[in-house]
């Protein structure tokens, strides 16, 4: 079988209506992009879902990490880059960089930012970890591809004192949940950025966000927020879960956000 290159290039649009109030892409239509780059970049390798879902198996995300120095604007083409830096057996290391085209006068693509992610496979039926080198024969291994810099720090151990307070509940429904039938990763980064409201985000920038799944919820299990301020402009978010007929308290997300001051 002819190999393919390591990198995949993606092209997207900043449609308006992904768009916030200040015309700039927010950052879950962005992170949606990401993933769907990873899906695509996968597929083409004979790794990916089209591929896992006939056989009960799937890719879930477990860490996410985007950085960023500006977002792309309405009607913006750009694209993802994307490769897998590193993969053991259970997890995957995945990184990305988003760019547009140089402009008339400049040599240089422009960059927005990059990403860094880590994935696991799982059963479907069981939601077992999935030994990710039985697949193909280990395929993903001609794949890794450890030179390309992507120059952000990994994602964190976001750690959270006794201080966090308690800011929100909300109730989860048939838009949260995703094609592996769980609250789908980019909806969670949606409801932690409406933590912040709109003044805020009309004078702070948000430079780098990460987050990380603990446990899966689903649809109909009520959702808990907490919020500690570290340092100026930078929050740990954690995300509780209360099933329908279990009253326990269950960690499901540990996040942070940082922001700049415009």
Request: glycine share 4%; charged share 30%.
């Amino acid at each position: 079988m002819e190999l393919l290159s390591k990198v995949g290039r993606y092209e997207f649009l900043s449609e308006p209506f992904h768009c916030d109030f200040s015309s700039h892409l927010f950052m879950g239509h962005l992170g949606n992009h990401l993933l769907n780059a990873a899906d695509f970049h996968s597929n083409d390798r004979g790794y990916g879902m089209n591929y896992l879902m006939p056989r009960h198996k799937t890719w879930v995300l477990s860490r996410l990490a985007i950085e960023m120095t500006e977002m792309p604007k309405s009607y913006d083409k750009f694209y993802v880059e994307t490769w897998v830096e590193n993969a053991m057996k259970y997890f995957t290391a995945r990184d990305f960089k988003i760019c547009g085209k140089p402009a008339a006068d400049e040599e240089e693509e422009k960059v927005y930012g990059y990403g860094k992610s880590v994935w696991a496979m799982i059963d479907t039926e069981t939601r077992q970890p999935v030994d990710i080198f039985s697949i193909h024969d280990g395929l993903i291994k001609e794949y890794l591809e450890e030179e390309k810099e992507c120059p952000i720090a990994a994602s964190s151990r976001v750690k959270m004192s006794a201080d966090a307070k308690f800011v929100r509940s909300i109730d989860t429904y048939y838009n949260d949940v995703d094609v592996n039938g769980h609250i789908n990763s980019v909806k969670y980064i949606e409801h932690i950025l409406d933590l912040f409201d709109l003044d805020y985000y009309k004078t702070h920038f948000l430079q780098r966000f990460e987050i990380a799944y603990v446990a899966e919820s689903h649809q109909g299990d009520r959702l808990n927020f907490y919020e500690e301020e570290v340092n100026e402009g930078e929050y740990c978010i954690k995300i509780t879960k209360i099933c329908k007929n279990d009253a326990k308290e269950v960690e499901v997300v540990r996040s942070k956000a940082k922001f700049i001051k415009k």
